[in-house]
């Protein structure tokens, strides 16, 4: 891996400056500027915390994990990646009203989750899967970003079964499109198979 390069593998460690904060959750990538935007960190204190961190706090990213340039207390002040909207029985009754509805009880409260991915942006958990021109090739890893401008430059791709898996670099220029929850190239099974195995050698 280059240099300038930075290896973003979901699931890896993430720490503060301080200390380890977590797990990355997803790569959000904003597939029309090519550049990951943000990471979303899974919390080892509150596990089921998210915490939208943006790509200028990382400062580093390799094999031993990601490190980011702010402390442990800065990073828990970032925007939370899901996001809770209130329904108060007074809002559905409001509705009701609206459309001349008669409720054949009191409704309650609702509380509705969901995450706050940037609009038009792409959320990478792991293990979507990665489609050729003709047929599924793997599932993603991770991302290589260059260091100083977020640009995309490469998706980690994990290839072949659970007793002969390899991991390959496919260069962004090759990726088409994200849709329905896959990654799709725009070259065939066989040209990502003669990619080289990172691990190799």
């Known amino acids: 891996m280059p240099d300038a390069a930075l290896d973003l593998t979901l699931s890896a460690p993430v720490h503060a400056t301080d200390a380890a904060i977590g797990r990355v959750e997803n790569v959000i990538i904003d597939p029309h500027q090519g550049k ?4 979303v960190v899974r919390e080892d204190a509150l596990p089921n915390t998210l915490r939208l961190v943006p790509e200028k ?3 580093s990213a390799g094999p031993d994990g990601v490190r980011l340039n702010i402390s442990q207390q800065r990073a828990a002040a970032c925007k939370p990646y899901i996001q809770e909207d209130y329904y108060s029985p007074a809002f559905f009754l409001s509705l009701a009203k609206a459309e001349d509805v008669r409720l054949p009880m009191a409704p309650s409260s609702w509380t509705v989750e969901h995450p706050t991915t940037p609009a038009g942006s792409v959320a990478l958990a792991g293990h979507e899967p ?10 993603v890893d991770g991302v290589l970003t260059e260091r100083h401008t977020g640009r995309v430059t490469h998706l980690l791709l994990r290839t072949g079964h659970l007793w002969g898996t390899r991991e390959v670099q496919v260069p962004a220029g090759l990726v088409s499109g994200y849709e329905d929850g896959d990654v799709l ?16 050698g």
Do not use: M, N
């Open 185 to 200: 190239l725009s070259a065939t099974k066989a040209e990502i198979g003669a990619l080289p195995d990172v691990h190799a």
């Open 36 to 39: 990951a935007t943000h990471l």
């Open 57 to 59: 706090y990382i400062a």
């Open 130 to 139: 990665v489609r050729a021109t003709d047929g599924k090739v793997g599932r």
